[in-house]
């Protein structure tokens, strides 16, 4: 390789570094800090032999299998408590790491390049592969951080059972799982001529991973060995400790990256391999409108969410019926789970999944409000306000769009899952009883939508506090009853005081208020937005 292509490329990673430093700084807190706090906690939750039994029965029922992999033998369950551990949070955990990787790749690859600053570095004495070095680099040091620091962290916790050969595969199971979706990343960022493409087609493999995955885990082991998720939850971590996933990933990472670095080596700046789309010569009158502009520029993500959480959705619907037979036939689990009133398990299984799938759907709708903070940096609202067009009723344009999103996406939920039941399950549960389940989080992906028009309206700068948020909610749904957390803790989460349906009654006072607090977020967003100076 000749080495003046990647001249240069260590002073790049210093800046990339800088560039990221609180980002990056927030994920490891995030990610090592709730592992460990989790890992820690296992002890005193499943104390007993027979806790140890009813988790693991309760783990093979196909909906469980589906959603977090496969499980470990039973008696396995009863070795050490990280084998409860990595059975529940190993796989979200390496989604989260994904998540991170993806968004680094693609901020660092083709948002720089939208906004001239590759450009700017390569009129200067540097490789033409250097950025891209640096930038996989940069993300390849951040998943080994996180590698040694969950690996050694577990380690020190002094965990019955836990090794720490064992404690460093955990770790390694995260770092590789977010280095390669960060490979696929930057190898999208090579087709794709925009930011937005570019994550699109990421997040777009990481959600066909997780469906491969949970459809291969349920009925066919070899679909599932075709997903990078799902080697990550074959490595048997803790009890027989394969470390074959990890190499593979590795191996898989180096091919997809070589592949990328030659994509970049001759393309020109802002080009893709992937052809555009020839536009209209004319448009209709009502993309002549600021609304359907608007529309028409989200479209494609609105689109492709749908399709997501709809394939979401379904796959969770289809094991319904499974999970229904599993726990008839299984009397020591009907016996260790408690009825809620007179409704079936399944039922209260779906109380759990909508809180969880609310909570994924609640992220493209608030891509959508952010979206207008990257027209206003490239100046591109200049287009609006250079006319007659107030910025009320552009930051109103985004904002009913989100909330038509919110409510699309809830019902494409709704209708996913409720169709595969349908087709599963010997009695299968009502249409309306999904649909209420799901749109009774429609005042919590308000607030949502709230609190982002918020920090736009007044400090655009810190609008990834946003995500900060977004993440305290899904830690909450996910490990917080685990955690123990205070009620004052759990209630800071809006999703968490949405009456859980169908297994709570509606509380229409806390509904009322909920909405009532989006509106008041919305009207000091809209107002904070009308008096603030406009980046650019």
Not at 166 to 179: E, R, V
Not at 293 to 299: A, D, K, V
């Amino acid at each position: 390789m000749n080495l003046t292509l990647i001249k240069g490329t260590g002073q790049l990673v210093k800046i990339i570094i800088r560039q990221h430093r609180f980002q990056l700084i927030a994920w490891l807190i995030g990610i090592v800090g709730v592992s460990l706090a989790v890992a820690s906690s296992y002890q005193s939750i499943y104390q007993t032999a027979n806790d140890k039994t009813a988790f693991a029965l309760t783990m093979q029922n196909p909906a469980m299998v589906a959603m977090l992999g496969p499980g470990y033998d039973a008696k396995e369950y009863l070795v050490t408590v990280g084998t409860q551990f990595a059975h529940e949070m190993l796989l979200f955990s390496v989604i989260a790491v994904a998540i991170m990787s993806i968004l680094l790749v693609g901020s660092s690859t083709r948002t720089d390049e939208e906004t001239g600053r590759i450009e700017v570095i390569r009129s200067l004495p540097v490789g033409r592969l250097s950025y891209l070095a640096a930038c996989i680099i940069v993300v390849g040091f951040v998943n080994l951080i996180i590698t040694l620091l969950i690996g050694v962290g577990l380690r020190l916790l002094n965990i019955e059972g836990i090794t720490f050969e064992s404690s460093i595969l955990y770790g390694a199971i995260l770092g590789t799982g977010g280095f390669i979706f960060g490979s696929i990343t930057a190898f999208f960022a090579q087709l794709s001529d925009t930011s937005r493409g570019t994550k699109g087609l990421a997040f777009g493999a990481l959600i066909i991973a997780y469906l491969i995955r949970a459809v291969g885990d349920v009925g066919n082991e070899q679909l599932a060995l075709i997903s990078p998720l799902g080697w990550s939850v074959r490595t048997d971590v803790f009890i027989e400790n394969y470390w074959w996933p990890i190499n593979i990933s590795i191996l898989l990472s180096g091919v997809v990256l070589i592949f990328a670095l030659y994509l970049n080596s001759i393309r020109d700046i802002d080009s893709g391999f992937l052809p555009k789309r020839k536009g209209k010569t004319s448009a209709s009158p009502y993309i002549m409108t600021t609304f359907g502009l608007i529309y028409l520029i989200q479209r494609t993500k609105i689109v492709a969410w749908s399709i997501g959480i709809f394939a979401l959705g379904a796959a969770f619907g289809a094991v319904l019926g499974d999970m229904e037979k599993y726990f008839a036939d299984n009397e020591f689990v009907q016996m260790m789970l408690s009825q809620v009133g007179d409704f079936s398990i399944t039922e209260q299984f779906l109380t759990m999944l909508m809180g969880i799938m609310s909570l994924i759907s609640a992220i493209p709708v608030i891509m959508t409000i952010l979206k207008l903070k990257s027209e206003e940096i490239h100046n591109r609202t200049e287009h609006f306000y250079s006319r007659s067009i107030s910025r009320n009723q552009v930051l109103g344009s985004y904002t009913l769009l989100a909330i038509v999103e919110s409510i699309i996406y809830l019902m494409v939920l709704a209708l996913g899952l409720w169709l595969a039941a349908l087709t599963m399950m010997d009695d299968p549960i009502s249409f309306g009883t999904v649909v209420q389940s799901a749109l009774i989080y429609l005042p919590a992906l308000w607030v949502m939508i709230g609190i982002t028009v918020l920090i736009f309206g007044f400090v655009p700068k810190i609008t990834s506090v946003i995500w900060l948020y977004y993440a305290f909610c899904y830690v909450v749904a996910y490990v917080g009853g685990m955690l123990k957390f205070p009620d004052w803790m759990k209630n800071v989460s809006v999703f968490e005081v949405i009456p859980k349906l169908p297994g709570e009654e509606i509380n229409v006072i806390v509904l009322v208020l909920v909405l009532a607090i989006s509106i008041v977020l919305l009207f000091i967003g809209f107002f904070g937005y009308k008096k603030r100076d406009i980046v650019g």
